[in-house]
C-alpha cells in the first residue's frame, strides 16, 4: 500500500523559506512513472499544482511559482521535498504531497495523496 506523509513546519515567518518533506512508503520515488508532486490550497479556494520532481530529478514547475520553488529528491531516505523561498501571509495554505501518473491537477486511479499539511505564514 503506497503511503505518503508531509512533515515540516506549521508556523514560517514572512521572508523566510518554506521547507516540507514527502516521506514515501510502499513505493519508490526512482519509480518511472510517478511524478512526485506538491499541490496546495488555500483557504476556501481551489487546488494549485506547484511543480513535481521525476525519478531522474527532473522537475516542472508552476509559471507562477518558478522562480520562488525548489523540489528535490533523496533516493537514500525515499522521500522529496518542497523549499518555497520569500513567503508571504499569501503562501499560508494546506500543502499536499501526491504521487501522480501526469503532471498538474488531474487525478486518476493510480494516484496517491498525502493527508496534507497546515502551514501559516505569520510573524
Known amino acids: 500500500q503506497v503511503q505518503l506523509q508531509e512533515s515540516g513546519p506549521g508556523l514560517v515567518k514572512p521572508s523566510q523559506t518554506l521547507s516540507l518533506t514527502c516521506s514515501v512508503s510502499?513505493?519508490?520515488?526512482?519509480?518511472?512513472?510517478?511524478?512526485w508532486t506538491w499541490i496546495r490550497q488555500p483557504p476556501g479556494k481551489g487546488l494549485e499544482w506547484m511543480g513535481a520532481?521525476?525519478?531522474?530529478?527532473?522537475?516542472y514547475y508552476s509559471p507562477s511559482l518558478k522562480s520562488r520553488t525548489s523540489i528535490s529528491r533523496d533516493t537514500t531516505k525515499n522521500h522529496f521535498t518542497l523549499q518555497l523561498t520569500s513567503v508571504t501571509p499569501e503562501d499560508t495554505d494546506v500543502y499536499f504531497c501526491?504521487?501522480?501518473?501526469?503532471?498538474?491537477?488531474?487525478?486518476?486511479?493510480?494516484?496517491?495523496w498525502g493527508q496534507g499539511t497546515q502551514v501559516t505564514v505569520s510573524s
Open positions: 501526491k504521487g501522480a501518473c501526469d503532471l498538474g491537477l488531474t487525478n486518476t486511479s493510480g494516484d496517491h
Open positions: 520532481i521525476t525519478s531522474s530529478g527532473s522537475t
Open positions: 510502499g513505493d519508490s520515488v526512482t519509480n518511472l512513472y510517478v511524478y
